[in-house]
């Protein structure tokens, strides 16, 4: 099993930034497992936001490209979201999720929901104007 729980959630006015980091531990998590980012607004469906390859490579949402980065320390098993440049319309909870079933590419067409199998519990961003 392999258990996420996400930290550095909160409030900040729009032109902020927030770090989010989400802490992987469990007997089965390895640093080839592909991590991402998702977020969910109230009446929306899941968004993948970014994802990243266990070697390191990235990918995101138009909607964040720019402003966000995602990167993984695979000393500490953490991966973290940089957000910056937060607009009122980030407003969501936003969830971790990792999966061992990672190769070059995967997320070439998108960070999916289906194709990963370990999710955090969940953290609030809200952006006020």
């Known amino acids: 099993q392999v258990q996420l729980v996400e930290s550095g959630g909160g409030s900040v006015q729009a032109g902020g930034s927030l770090r989010l980091s989400c802490a992987a531990s469990?007997?089965?998590?390895?640093?080839?497992?592909?991590m991402a980012w998702f977020r969910q607004a109230p009446g929306k469906e899941r968004e993948g936001v970014a994802g990243?390859?266990?070697?390191?490579?990235?990918y995101y949402a138009d909607s964040v490209k720019g402003r966000f980065t995602i990167s993984k320390d695979n000393a500490k098993n953490t991966l973290h979201l940089q957000m910056n440049s937060l607009q009122p319309e980030d407003t969501a909870m936003y969830y971790c999720?990792?999966?061992?079933?990672?190769?070059?590419?995967?997320?070439?067409?998108?960070?999916?929901?289906?194709?990963?199998?370990?999710w955090g519990q969940g953290i609030q961003v809200t952006v006020s104007s």
């Open positions: 999720a990792a999966d061992p079933r990672c190769w070059r590419g995967k997320m070439n067409t998108g960070v999916r929901a289906p194709d990963f199998g370990y």
């Open positions: 469990g007997d089965s998590y390895r640093d080839f497992y592909c």
């Open positions: 990243i390859e266990g070697v390191g490579r990235s």
